[in-house]
């Protein structure tokens, strides 16, 4: 709701203790206004604001500009942002004709302005304005002024919206502190930045640092005003919804309590309580007090109803909220009722682009689903899916890491609920799984994209038409995401055209894309179809995509479905499916089954006969574990020789090549698995055609872990400066707390590499000991092949030095910051950490830990193979319909090509022999994956290693 949002920023040009007058003078006007405001009556204070401009428009400039900014902030509150706007500059633009654009009355009228820029969108401009008032208040009162704190704060949540976390909370803590030394800290005003910051750390995931800060604002409110008031109420309700985050019911309970006693009191003397009653419903909702919820709701919509109409977004989310609350407690009828006219009213009032629109078609869709009018819901659903396909297309180019994956999340359940329809839906539809899939090859791996290497490409392809095109293209879809975001009215008012602005964006990507090969292959992906898929395949191939989604039910529930899509050169009219029975198993007892089967017993110790056991009932466990996991697959797949898979969820973390078939065989020995990120692959890997560069290899293997400092600055003086990247020494990992072991053995895996290569006349370069520096993996410029040999990690919990810095909180979200490769160095990195010596660590060039975000701005475009001869390198965190957000992410952004990784620990022998394998099989017939499965067989087929522990555990990913 931007109702809510919008009260904060806008500063009063005064308060002053009055009564209602009717009067002709222009004082008794501006006081009647304050007064009208005050109690929340805004058409009441508009009409005195107008009868102060009228008396002021001739013989009082100064009165007449400050008549516009109160009419200016009245038309803010009631979300009529535009008139706010061209009130707010005709008195920016009167002051200044008046020369007093250097007074603090002009710096108010600024710091107005941009609360108005910041909600339309302006942020360029709303900067602009915010910097120039604060150097006005600096000027004319220095540092220790409210005012100049005022700016600060309104910068500060500024950069919030533009994600610039770091220059958001300085900005906070500067204002508190000037705040503190003036007020105190126990004033409300104090208060104020104090639950903003609050809300800075539940955007950066800090929830205890934001606990702490709402927390204190809440108790500062209370004694200010005590309870009965909606200021403490409104923070109380903040207090809540993030005890709702952190599971703190009790709290919350006892929270809702403490209103119910006063909200009629508060409700009865503050009409715009109706905001905060809305977020109350939704808490109320949460905590699944569904009738509660649908009383206040009720109230609320009556309330907004009278104050803002029908035609408002707040209206709108009332009714949107009370059909889901209908719909849950089992009333369609009136929940289809309230659903409808959200739909229609949504089209009227944003159009059929804007994100609320689809939102609402979802949303009548699930509930004819529920009905089971499945035609109707079909209609809706596709509506929808459309307009989120096209957000993704718009928003992702210039969104950050962070900012895509809270993006993604949100379409991620939408896609789900679509799936889940589908399941009932293409028995009597068939036509509806080519849908499904072409929905998959849209969204599949969505975050797995290159946007940051298209820029590097072209930033750096020093053509300069090029770059300007670019800039242009990021600029209009920019435009686009705003103007979406806009109501018709609101276009209108902007006088721009969507369609223009689409028509102009296509041309430009289709001329972008003649000069960029990075760029063809990232926006050609919006165009596919599940039939691109199909003209690519051989007449012995076939692709599967893998979905996994949990079952709704009016609300989620803990059953989980796994479905396969097929499709074959053959295949006539639309894909194949097989649902998959007992899916929940696959994910609990089957893969503990898998995992033990992966595990032998120690055949050392003194009950041999166990371990005989094992060995002879293996080929029957991994037989049962293939009927679980591919053979109701592999029914469709009849003279299918080869097949391009898209795995999700647990697929990620088995290696189906080790499981046994009807025939005995390892799957490996029946048919070619090519793993891929999403069968879009076979259409994007025509554009991967690797320039013909030299035969390099660069090698890595057995780090000095515990490489002296002062040594490792003598060889990264050896290297180019790299790019900036993050230290990982802030963090507390789960290995931290032990040192990290010599792989000698990596050693002669290296060498034995690197003079197999070199008798093929390949050029290589070994990096082993102390000269295998993170500085040194970071230089590599495409070689034709990186094997790393090291140490890798994956962890899933993380905890916080005492070190508070910004880019902590990034961590704690990010699967990139939390997967790696260790580096000579490392220990000396951990032994720091845990002394807390911060200076030391800030000195050091490298600190020996390679992460996945560090890995994506490598310089990979050319390089034919990455290979990972470390432990779980394939791991990370498993993001359903994104597989595993990790390393292999990493590695394929930076333009690998094909990745070979491991799933578990790996025996150091079995591995060497394996890679010997490989390579010596490469060198004969140029194929990379056929390579590696000839390897693997081998080894597979062996005396000493034929286990699948010793071959399976590394998988190939890519062409």
């Not at 500009?65 to 009419?71: H, R, T, W, Y």
């Not at 076939?542 to 979905?547: G, H, M, T």
């Not at 370069?765 to 990690?793: M, Q, Y």
Request: include cysteine; glycine fraction near 4%.
């Amino acid at each position: 709701m931007r109702y809510v949002k919008l009260l904060a920023p806008i500063v009063l040009l005064a308060i002053v203790g009055i009564k209602p007058l009717i009067s002709q003078s222009w004082d008794e006007c501006i006081e009647s206004t304050l007064f009208h405001i005050q109690k929340g009556k805004y058409d009441k204070a508009l009409v005195y604001a107008e009868k102060a401009r009228k008396l002021s428009v001739q013989d009082n400039p100064k009165n007449y500009a400050i008549s516009l900014d109160l009419i200016g902030q009245i038309y803010f509150w009631k979300g009529k942002l535009y008139k706010a706007e061209e009130n707010l500059v005709t008195s920016k633009k009167l002051k200044e004709d008046l020369l007093i654009d250097n007074d603090s009355s002009y710096a108010q009228t600024l710091n107005n302005l941009s609360s108005v820029y910041q909600y339309i969108g302006k942020y360029k401009e709303a900067e602009k304005l915010l910097v120039r008032a604060k150097e006005i208040y600096l000027k004319q009162f220095g540092t220790n002024n409210l005012s100049y704190a005022k700016v600060l704060h309104n910068i500060a949540k500024l950069n919030q919206t533009l994600s610039r976390y770091s220059e958001s909370e300085e900005a906070f803590i500067e204002a508190l502190e000037i705040k503190k030394n003036i007020t105190g800290e126990n004033d409300p005003t104090y208060a104020n930045t104090l639950l903003n910051l609050g809300s800075l750390y539940i955007s950066l995931n800090n929830n205890s640092k934001a606990k702490e800060h709402i927390e204190e604002a809440v108790k500062i409110y209370r004694q200010s005003f005590g309870i009965v008031n909606s200021i403490t109420i409104n923070s109380e309700i903040q207090l809540a919804k993030l005890y709702l985050t952190l599971g703190m019911y009790k709290e919350v309970k006892s929270i809702l309590q403490q209103i119910r006693q006063v909200e009629n009191i508060i409700v009865s003397s503050n009409p715009e309580f109706t905001t905060s009653y809305y977020d109350l419903a939704m808490i109320n909702y949460s905590l699944g007090y569904y009738k509660e919820a649908e009383e206040l709701l009720k109230w609320t919509k009556t309330a907004i109803e009278k104050q803002f109409g029908k035609t408002s977004p707040q209206f709108f989310s009332c009714l949107n909220s009370l059909g889901i609350i209908e719909w849950i407690l089992g009333d369609y009828e009136e929940a289809h009722k309230y659903l409808y006219q959200v739909v229609a009213l949504r089209s009227l009032y944003y159009g059929e682009l804007h994100p609320e629109y689809a939102t609402s078609l979802h949303n009548l869709a699930g509930l004819l689903f529920v009905q089971k009018n499945y035609s109707q819901s079909e209609q809706y659903y596709h509506q929808a899916m459309k307009i989120y396909l096209s957000q993704i297309d718009t928003y992702f180019p210039f969104l950050s890491e962070n900012e895509r994956g809270k993006f993604y999340s949100q379409l991620k359940e939408r896609f789900d609920l679509y799936n889940n329809f589908v399941l009932h839906r293409w028995p009597e539809n068939p036509e509806i799984l080519s849908q499904m899939y072409n929905y998959q090859l849209a969204t599949k791996a969505v975050l797995l994209n290159s946007s940051l290497k298209v820029r590097n490409e072209i930033y750096n392809s020093k053509d300069d038409i090029l770059i300007e095109k670019f800039a242009k293209w990021k600029s209009l879809k920019e435009k686009l995401a705003k103007l979406y975001h806009f109501s018709k009215s609101e276009s209108e008012t902007l006088k721009r055209n969507v369609d223009s602005i689409e028509n102009q964006v296509n041309t430009l990507e289709k001329e972008i894309s003649k000069k960029s090969l990075a760029f063809k292959k990232e926006y050609l992906k919006k165009d596919l179809t599940w039939k691109n898929i199909k003209n690519n395949l051989k007449k012995d191939e076939a692709s599967v995509e893998i979905l996994r989604f949990n079952l709704f039910v009016n609300g989620w529930t803990d059953k989980i479905y796994y479905v396969a899509l097929i499709i074959k050169n053959s295949t006539p009219d639309n894909p194949e499916i097989v649902i998959m029975e007992n899916s929940n198993e696959l994910e609990g007892k089957y893969f503990t089954d898998y995992t033990n089967a992966i595990n032998p017993p120690d055949s050392t110790t003194n009950d041999y006969s166990k371990f005989k056991s094992y060995l002879s009932s293996l080929p029957n466990r991994l037989n049962h574990l293939y009927q679980k996991y591919w053979s109701r697959i592999q029914e469709k797949l009849v003279g299918i020789n080869k097949v391009y898979l898209s795995v999700d969820g647990i697929y990620n973390k088995i290696n189906l090549n080790t499981l046994v078939a009807d025939n005995g065989n390892n799957l490996v020995d029946n048919i070619d698995i090519h793993l891929v990120t999403s069968t879009r692959d076979l259409i994007e890997r025509k554009f991967d055609k690797t320039e013909d560069s030299q035969q390099i290899a660069a090698l890595f293997g057995n780090p000095n872990y515990d490489l002296d400092t002062t040594i490792a600055k003598q060889y990264a003086s050896l290297f180019d400066e790299p790019i900036d990247s993050p230290f990982n020494y802030n963090l507390t990992r789960s290995s931290a707390n032990k040192e990290w072991q010599p792989l000698k053995g990596t050693e002669d895996e290296v060498n034995d590499i690197s003079r197999l290569l070199s008798s093929n006349k390949w050029e290589t370069i070994v990096f082993v000991g102390d000269t295998a520096t993170e500085r040194a993996v970071k230089s590599v410029n495409n070689p034709k092949v990186l094997h790393i040999a090291t140490h890798g990690f994956f962890d899933e919990d993380i905890e916080l030095s005492g070190n508070t810095m910004m880019i902590e909180q990034k961590r704690t979200e990010n699967p990139l910051l939390r997967s790696g490769l260790v580096f000579s160095g490392a220990n000396k990195t951990i032994e720091l950490v845990n002394e807390k010596n911060y200076d030391a660590l800030l000195s050091m060039p490298e600190d020996g830990i390679l992460t996945a975000y560090e890995v994506m701005n490598m310089n990979l475009d050319n390089t034919d193979l990455v290979v990972l001869s470390a432990c779980e390198t394939g791991l990370g965190e498993v993001r359903n319909g994104e597989g595993v957000y990790g390393l292999q992410r990493a590695f394929l952004v930076a333009g690998a090509k094909s990745l070979i990784m491991s799933l578990w620990e790996v025996d150091d022998n079995a591995t060497r022999e394996l890679m010997a394998e490989f390579y010596k099989s490469w060198m004969q017939t140029n194929n990379i994956r056929q390579s590696f499965r000839t390897a693997q067989r081998k080894l597979a087929n062996s005396r000493k290693y034929s286990h699948p522990r010793y071959w399976g555990g590394f998988v190939i990913l890519g062409d």
